[in-house]
């Protein structure tokens, strides 16, 4: 039933790194677009990071030079290394495929990540 696997989520102390994981089924394949999306309590879930079938990467300009994005085609996995947390990267983290061919949107279930002392 779900297509998307996330982990990596959990509590983390400012300053301090997070790895997380999506991984998709086998059954979605030719997936152009993987990438991580959060939402903050009170807030809009907005664009983490993203990234192309053939690499290229978009990044929030909250995040950029703290995270890094990446994928494994022949795992039909993405991961975002989050370094530096702030208490402000506080939020659900969703995973997100796109295929252009049929316009087909998969979302995960969602991970929380959550930087505090």
């Known amino acids: 039933q779900v297509q998307l696997v996330e982990s990596g989520g959990g509590l983390v102390q400012p300053g301090g790194s997070l790895s997380l994981s999506c991984a998709a089924s086998?059954?979605?394949?030719?997936?152009?677009?993987m990438g991580w999306y959060r939402q903050a309590p009170g807030k809009q879930r907005e664009l983490v990071a993203d990234?192309?079938?053939?690499?290229?990467?978009n990044y929030a300009d909250s995040v950029k030079g703290r995270f890094t994005i990446s994928r494994d085609n022949a795992k039909n996995t993405a991961y975002l290394q989050m370094n530096s947390l702030k208490p402000e990267d506080t939020a659900v983290y969703y995973c997100?495929?796109?295929?252009?061919?049929?316009?087909?949107?998969?979302w995960g279930q969602g991970t929380l990540v959550t930087v505090s002392s």
């Open positions: 990234i192309t079938n053939t690499g290229r990467t």
């Open positions: 086998k059954t979605i394949f030719s997936i152009n677009t």
């Open positions: 997100k495929v796109f295929r252009v061919l049929d316009k087909l949107e998969v």
